[in-house]
């Protein structure tokens, strides 16, 4: 069988982020080469095996990725921002504006992040209908009422919402430090969860989605690594 192709200006944008236009223009320009010789057509088939340069450097598929950052303080899970920096200036990754994070922590939560380009993936992980647990260790402003299991189990009705969330999981490990279960990720879930009970999170940290739980020895504050085959496996 043959070597799988596709259009050499495809290649090209896909793994430059080059528009088609530009890569027309480059082509022009004599800027591309396939193994070695100069290349005009952006019609021209080319496979894995070729050699394409694009101004004297190799260009390479990017696949998909799956890569868990350990989310310091003070850092915002969005593209622009003009008071904090970004989760995305801590990453070191080829075609970075593909990355997507899957869910999001605000700012002043920290803890595991998943990020990744493959957006079914993302979507499972996200949607309440797969029931990927997500557990958060927070410390509260004051002692938590003695009826919160009961009603964390019931479900809250939030403030301006019309549905109660989801059945969700705490245990009390002080009388202000609790970890909190669900299956759920709406705005600011965590902290109105816990408003809705009359309380107030001074810090929030999310330590697992599913069976993968944050390491801090593997994986430091500030620090991000690929996700490997198995714990893809786990969380799909």
């Known amino acids: 069988m043959g070597q799988k192709t596709q259009r050499l200006d495809k290649f090209i944008s896909h793994t430059t982020g080059l528009t088609r236009g ?18 005009k057509q952006a019609s021209m088939a080319v496979s894995a095996e070729d050699r394409v340069c694009w101004q004297g450097e190799l260009l390479e598929e990017v696949g998909l990725r799956y890569l868990l950052l350990n989310k310091p303080l003070g850092y915002e899970c969005s593209r622009k921002s003009s008071h904090h920096p970004l989760v995305f200036d801590l990453l070191d990754v080829p075609q970075l504006d593909r990355i997507q994070p899957v869910g999001r922590l605000d ?23 797969h ?37 969700a999981e705490l245990e009390r490990l002080s009388p202000t430090r609790v970890k909190l279960g ?3 990720g709406r705005y600011h879930q965590v902290r109105r969860m816990f408003a809705a009970l009359g309380n107030h999170v001074v810090s929030l940290h999310r330590e ?12 430091p504050e500030g620090q991000w690594r690929h996700l490997t085959a198995q714990e893809i496996q786990i969380l799909t």
Do not use: F, M
């Open 107 to 129: 700012v002043e939560t920290s803890g595991l992040l998943l990020l990744t380009d493959d957006g079914q993936w993302a979507h499972r992980l996200t949607s309440p209908r």
């Open 182 to 184: 669900l299956t759920e």
């Open 208 to 219: 697992s989605i599913g069976e993968l739980l944050l390491d801090p020895v593997t994986c």
């Open 22 to 39: 530009q890569v027309k223009q480059q082509l022009a320009q004599g800027e591309v080469t396939v193994n070695g010789e100069p290349a």
């Open 131 to 167: 029931k990927k647990k997500k557990v958060y260790l927070a410390e509260l402003a004051e002692p938590l009422c003695a009826e919160a299991e009961i009603k964390l189990a019931e479900g809250l009705l939030l403030e301006g919402e019309e549905k109660p969330t989801l059945p």
